[in-house]
């Protein structure tokens, strides 16, 4: 690949990343939690490439199992002056098909307003042989949701 094009390129990476401003990553509930029980909430600011800056908060709980799904919700509530866009995307691995998946939630929040996203990770077994309430098998299961902010 030539110089030129290689400059090219990360000048869009670069410029993709500054939109795109990943400010929470690897998002899981407590690992000494409850089914059913969110986090407390969190704050998270993020600043942007005009020197703007906005806050949010967050809390995540494992809602429920069924099968071999862990059921997780998040909520995302906008603290800021900003109109935002959060994007939220899960990661987990299915331990049945041995691959990764995941999934990616959109929503533009006006100041004060909040969003309850859900999200599934299935291929999440019992392992044989180790004596573990639903929660704790969802808890070892790899999972997590990065927040990604963008200013609208």
């Not at 709980?61 to 603290?79: F, M, P, Q, S």
């Not at 990661?91 to 939630?105: A, H, M, N, P, T």
């Amino acid at each position: 690949m030539s110089l030129l094009k290689k400059s090219a390129l990360f000048i869009i990476i670069s410029n993709f990343m500054s939109i795109n401003a990943q400010v929470v990553s690897e998002l899981k509930p407590s690992i000494d939690g409850k089914m059913g029980e969110f986090t407390e909430w969190k704050t998270s600011s993020v600043n942007f490439d005009d020197g703007t800056s906005a806050t949010f908060d967050y809390r995540i709980a494992l809602a429920d199992r069924k099968g071999i799904g862990c059921h997780y919700e998040l909520e995302v509530k906008n603290t800021s002056a900003l109109k935002l866009e959060f994007k939220m995307k899960s990661s987990y691995f299915d331990k049945l098909v041995k691959s990764q998946f995941g999934d990616e939630i959109k929503e533009t929040l006006k100041p004060e307003k909040s969003v309850l996203a859900k999200f599934i990770a299935q291929g999440c077994k019992k392992e044989k042989g180790v004596e573990k309430d639903d929660y704790g098998h969802c808890m070892a299961c790899d999972f997590g949701i990065n927040i990604y902010v963008t200013k609208k």
